[in-house]
């Protein structure tokens, strides 16, 4: 069993940084896909960013050029960095695993962009 521990979130004004970061229990972390996904109050779950065991990423247009993904396999850990943080990037933040059987989540956390 996989668990996924998140942190980083809190309170940030428009234009703001934060570093989220996931680490992750187990073995074999470096050959499994990473993601982070978000949900903003009433609205569905969202996918931002996702890096693969050979580190390619990818992103959700919406945060394009702002939000960086990344990961430290000697650490179990995915970060996302995120810059230039808008009021609509306000979510709880979730740290996601795929093995290739199946799918782990953390327990998310709350990111809160001020205007």
């Known amino acids: 069993q996989v668990q996924l521990v998140e942190s980083g979130g809190g309170l940030v004004q428009a234009g703001g940084s934060l570093r989220l970061s996931c680490v992750a229990s187990?073995?074999?972390?470096?050959?499994?896909?990473m993601r982070w996904y978000r949900q903003a109050p009433g609205k569905q779950r969202e996918l931002v960013a996702v890096i693969n065991g050979g580190g390619r990423t990818n992103y959700a247009d919406a945060v394009k050029g702002r939000f960086t993904i990344s990961r430290d396999n000697a650490k179990n850990t995915v970060n996302l960095q995120m810059n230039s943080l808008k009021p609509e990037d306000t979510a709880v933040y979730y740290c996601?695993?795929?093995?290739?059987?199946?799918?782990?989540w953390g327990q998310g956390t709350l990111v809160t962009v001020s205007s």
């Open positions: 187990g073995s074999n972390f470096g050959i499994y896909v």
């Open positions: 996601n695993l795929d093995n290739y059987r199946d799918n782990y």
